[in-house]
């Protein structure tokens, strides 16, 4: 079993930046894709970002592109999200989220990951 913590969540205005970090433990996330998702009140959750195993292919949301990276330490076990430039619409609770994979696909879909965090709120005030 993996466990997944997140943390860095906010409160930020429009345009400011906030870095979210997703902990893991219980397995070495070198084996693992892991993703970002968010879910807004009375929306669906969504995908935001992945990395592949190693951290050398990332994959965003349209809607995140040019503002937001995503990245990983597997030495540190540990997951990030830079968020810059940050909107209203940005607000939602954000989730880590991961499950065993090497290969060179890119998981988009909630159902794709075995693993989430509890989440962590961002809410960006206009």
């Known amino acids: 079993q993996m466990q997944l913590v997140e943390s860095g969540g906010g409160l930020v205005q429009a345009g400011g930046s906030l870095r979210l970090s997703c902990a893991a433990s219980?397995?070495?996330?070198?084996?693992?894709?892991m993703a970002w998702f968010r879910q807004a009140p009375g929306k669906e959750r969504e995908f935001v970002a992945t990395i592949n195993w190693s951290g050398g292919s990332t994959y965003y949301a349209d809607s995140v592109k040019g503002r937001f990276t995503i990245s990983r330490d597997n030495v540190k076990n540990t997951m990030y999200l830079q968020m810059n430039s940050l909107k209203p619409e940005d607000t939602a609770v954000y989730y880590c989220a991961g499950t065993y994979y090497r290969g060179t696909a890119y998981y988009r879909g909630v159902s794709e990951y075995a693993y989430w965090g509890q989440g962590t709120q961002v809410t960006v005030s206009s």
């Open positions: 219980g397995r070495p996330i070198g084996n693992y894709a």
